[in-house]
């Protein structure tokens, strides 16, 4: 069983375009994170979510909206896709908050690529 | 200064090497650190902890130097399976923050 998993894996849109990604944790763990890992390799945190509530929100346009309708469950939804949204997105979770020695598990990441 | 930083390498060694990597961090705050290794086109999959005192898992060892603010990961008898890109992450109260991370090529 895929302990983390995102849908889609490869995403490829115009411009403008609105789009989702979703995630599933089947750890049972309380807390997800979405990050973006552009062409330089560099991963950023971008939100993080504890049983559902919002608690980390990075600088990220607000065209980026996480919804977390349960905590197994963190969907990103993009609007007004723009040519520097294009890179790997991971999702992942652990098992408490940021901080602690959790060890974080990353789903399989979601290539977009913004035309 | 960056929050965390890396030496982006590339690091070439051959098989059987010793290769040391280092990571400096800027929050003297940081309460949790960790080495995480990624496979090109992979996700990032924990390495290790790294504890206060040091720790070591196999041919891996890591360590934490608190007042100057770097960790370190040295891989003893390199394999051609240790070919990846090691990120470092250094955590604080709801913060995570990752290394560019270095890439390592073991080679025959």
């Known amino acids: 069983d895929t302990a983390v998993s995102q849908t889609p894996k490869y995403l490829v849109t115009q411009m403008g375009n609105d789009k989702s990604i979703k995630c599933e944790q089947n750890?049972?763990?309380?807390?997800m994170y979405w990050y973006k890992q552009d062409s330089k390799k560099f991963l950023k945190i971008m939100f993080s979510y504890n049983n559902k509530e919002l608690i980390i929100n990075e600088t990220v346009p607000n065209r980026f909206s996480p919804k977390s309708p349960d905590k197994a469950h963190l969907n990103l939804h993009i609007n007004s896709l723009e040519l520097g949204d294009s890179a790997v997105y991971f999702c992942?979770?652990?098992?408490?908050?940021?901080?602690?020695?959790?060890?974080?598990?990353f789903g399989p990441g979601t290539r977009l690529t913004v035309l | 200064r960056k929050e965390v930083e890396q030496d982006p390498g590339p690091f070439n060694v051959p098989e059987g090497a010793t290769v040391a990597f280092n990571c400096t961090y800027s929050n003297s705050a940081s309460q949790s650190f960790f080495w995480y290794r990624q496979d090109c086109r992979k996700e990032p999959k924990l390495l290790m902890s790294v504890y206060s005192s040091g720790n070591e898992d196999g041919r891996f060892t890591a360590q934490l130097n608190r007042a100057s603010q770097y960790i370190s990961l040295l891989i003893r008898d390199s394999k051609l399976s240790d070919s990846a890109t090691y990120l470092c992450?250094?955590?604080?109260?709801?913060?995570?923050?990752f290394g560019a991370g270095t890439r390592l090529t073991v080679k025959p």
């Open positions: 750890l049972g763990h309380d807390t």
């Open positions: 992450v250094v955590n604080g109260y709801n913060d995570m923050r």
């Open positions: 992942a979770s652990s098992r408490g908050l940021a901080g602690a020695y959790n060890e974080q598990f």
